[in-house]
């Protein structure tokens, strides 16, 4: 009787094989809470607990222009009605106030329109024709050019400058060159075409009686809008203002500039003085003459308008600008030029 010993060769540990599964202990209930706990055990020390991930908000944070002082102040204003009308009620006021203390009452330094006199109006005249100190610096110019190189050239110097004193011709050409400034700004208002009438005409006029007729301009933008409204096209002035924004603010700011300068060092071969007298001679000159004394009324006014319509049209800046442009805007005669240069001119405004 032969023996035949076969040896068995221990099976793999695979998925396939589930021979072991025959094993009572292992379908025994104290097996699987054995192997639960084991499990659980393992998992809490070998593992470090980690949190589900916090998952934030995206927010789109170029989606909205954030909000300006000027823009919540706009908003106040046109939301509440109370104090638009109280603005408005000002403003008349402000009108018939300029009106009757300027032109009419005979109780403000000089002569009032019905009883002016002779002299200021030769004033006037003069002044006019040194508008933008174009007559006095072009004679200046012609005559130490031709006089040191060509000598006289006929038919060049046609009128002569009126010879004024300086701080008088300083201070009209800086209101004027202020009031010059502000024809962009007046045609990229957004509230413009709640003024029916010719911004052309309005500007015009403003350059010749300032705030006699901003004032109820800015009124006027403070009514409601029309329900129907619709933009009207810019006229042809009003475009060419806008489009030459920048090369304005530059030429009303080298008015002003030359203003300042003129009035304290202008004129120095005319015996008008040192800058203490010419000081003194300003003092006199608010205190006695009625242009000269409302010229301090329109730079307090356009002290407060320039401001006010800058921040109601901040919308019209570059975008990398609006926030110099809007500190800038309360300083006076700068803040207007910051406007002028800044103008967005690629967008229709």
Request: with cysteine.
């Amino acid at each position: 009787m032969t023996m035949t010993v076969t040896s068995a060769e221990p099976q793999p540990l695979l998925c396939t094989n589930y021979s072991f599964l025959s094993n009572k202990a292992f379908n025994s209930k104290l097996f699987y809470r054995r192997l639960h706990n084991s499990a659980i055990k393992f998992n809490s020390q070998t593992w470090p607990k980690q949190n589900p991930p916090h998952l934030s908000p995206i927010v789109c944070r170029a989606a909205r222009r954030k909000p300006t002082v000027a823009d919540a102040t706009t908003a106040s204003v046109e939301g509440n009605d109370t104090v638009r009308r109280v603005l408005q009620f000002s403003l008349w006021t402000a009108e018939a106030v300029y009106i009757l203390w300027l032109f009419l009452l005979p109780f403000a330094p000089g002569d009032p329109v019905w009883a002016i006199s002779s002299e200021t109006v030769n004033s006037l005249v003069g002044l006019s024709l040194n508008f933008f100190f174009i007559l006095p610096l072009t004679n200046a110019g012609i005559d130490n050019l031709c006089n040191e190189f060509f000598g006289r050239v006929v038919g060049i110097r046609l009128i002569d400058a009126p010879v004024l004193h300086p701080m008088s011709e300083g201070l009209f050409n800086f209101v004027i060159g202020w009031t010059f400034m502000f024809a962009p700004l007046l045609f990229t208002d957004r509230k413009r075409d709640r003024y029916k009438g010719s911004l052309d005409v309005l500007w015009g006029l403003q350059m010749f009686l300032t705030n006699t007729f901003l004032i109820p301009y800015m009124a006027i933008r403070l009514n409601e809008a029309d329900a129907d409204y619709i933009q009207r096209k810019r006229s042809q002035l009003g475009s060419v203002m806008t489009n030459g924004g920048p090369i304005v603010g530059l030429v009303g700011g080298a008015v002003c500039l030359i203003s300042v300068l003129w009035a304290l060092y202008g004129r120095m071969d005319g015996n008008f003085g040192s800058i203490t007298d010419r000081w003194d001679f300003l003092v006199s000159y608010l205190g006695s003459e009625r242009l000269a004394y409302a010229f301090i009324w329109d730079i307090f006014l356009y002290i407060i308008f320039q401001p006010w319509l800058i921040g109601d049209n901040l919308q019209n800046i570059q975008t990398g600008k609006v926030g110099i442009v809007n500190y800038l805007r309360f300083v006076p005669v700068v803040g207007l030029i910051a406007y002028l240069l800044f103008l967005n001119l690629d967008e229709e405004l």
